[in-house]
């Protein structure tokens, strides 16, 4: 069977409708969603990417610091400075600010949502803590205990697979919440920070610095890294329909890929400014500093 990441031609950059640092982009029902500076978040159609929201949920202006699409793909949440968190159907075109839950106004730096029959998802802070957040037949959302997985430090990323949570911390951590109870599983020795996750069927990847990622193999709890070049590893992710496949992005416009046939392989790019986050779906996205954004 074919690779979804092996039939893509080459990364084009495209013409962007700002020059506000986008730092998340996440793929819904309706193509790419990314988020940014300023509270903006850009939407793309047949004509190209347009601002769909200018100004944040609370339209305060807050930096959106990280995006992620419900199961279905018709809804967006997005969440960043000073508690910042909202909701968008792509559907409807209906915005919904839940900014500050249980008055918590630090910087929500990572976002995962799960759930199929309900709407969950959970959120995380420069503090440490991890809000999780279950939504009604209404779409009204309640709040759980707020845990410090990582004992206070700044948790990097989130990713969900299934009933498991996974999250890292910027001192080289990487936990595991099932049943309600967190594991750290990780990394011994890594000694280079990290900026994302990726989960997909029982495997985890972990995005770092030096050029560095980490692969954990649940059946056997074993990390194995993975040099991908020098330059840091800023954003990860996996096209539906493939184990295997993966896509990372990072300093200074470097796109590396991994497929089953070749490994991971360095791509050309059509840009030199830092790609921050990317997004595999119909269209692949890549976006980053000064709002950059390419495609494929």
Do not use: Q
């Amino acid at each position: 069977m074919s690779d979804p990441t092996t039939d893509r031609g080459e990364w084009r950059a495209v013409e962007s409708p700002t020059d506000r640092t986008l730092l998340a982009v996440t793929e819904t029902a309706a193509g790419p969603v990314a988020v940014g500076e300023g509270g903006l978040v850009l939407a793309r159609d047949e004509s190209g990417w347009y601002p769909l929201v200018e100004s944040g949920p609370a339209t305060r202006g807050n930096r959106l610091t990280c995006v992620a699409a419900t199961v279905d793909r018709k809804r967006v949440w997005f969440a960043g400075d000073s508690g910042a968190l909202g909701r968008y159907d792509t559907h409807t075109g209906r915005k919904e600010d839940f900014s500050a839950p249980m008055g918590k106004t630090s910087t929500w730096e990572a976002l995962a949502v799960a759930g199929t029959d309900t709407e969950r998802l959970s959120v995380a802070n420069g503090s440490g803590e991890v809000l999780p957040i279950e939504c009604d037949d209404h779409g009204c959302p309640s709040y759980g205990d707020v845990t410090k997985p990582a004992g206070g430090s700044t948790i990097a990323a989130l990713a969900a697979d299934g009933s498991s949570l996974y999250a890292t911390d910027t001192s080289g951590t990487v936990l595991e919440r099932v049943d309600g109870s967190w594991h750290r599983i990780g990394i011994e020795n890594a000694e280079v920070n990290f900026f994302d996750l990726s989960a997909a069927g029982g495997s985890l990847l972990v995005a770092g610095g030096d050029g560095r990622l980490y692969r954990y193999d649940r059946p056997c709890r074993n990390w194995t890294p993975v040099a991908v070049g020098e330059a840091t590893v800023h954003g990860l992710a996996r096209p539906a329909g493939s184990d295997d496949g993966a896509v990372a992005v990072g300093g200074g416009g470097t796109i590396h890929e991994r497929t089953p046939d070749r490994g991971w392989c360095r791509l050309d790019s059509p840009v030199e400014a830092d790609l921050l986050a990317v997004a595999c779906g119909t269209t692949d996205v890549a976006v980053g500093a000064d709002g950059t954004i390419i495609e494929r």
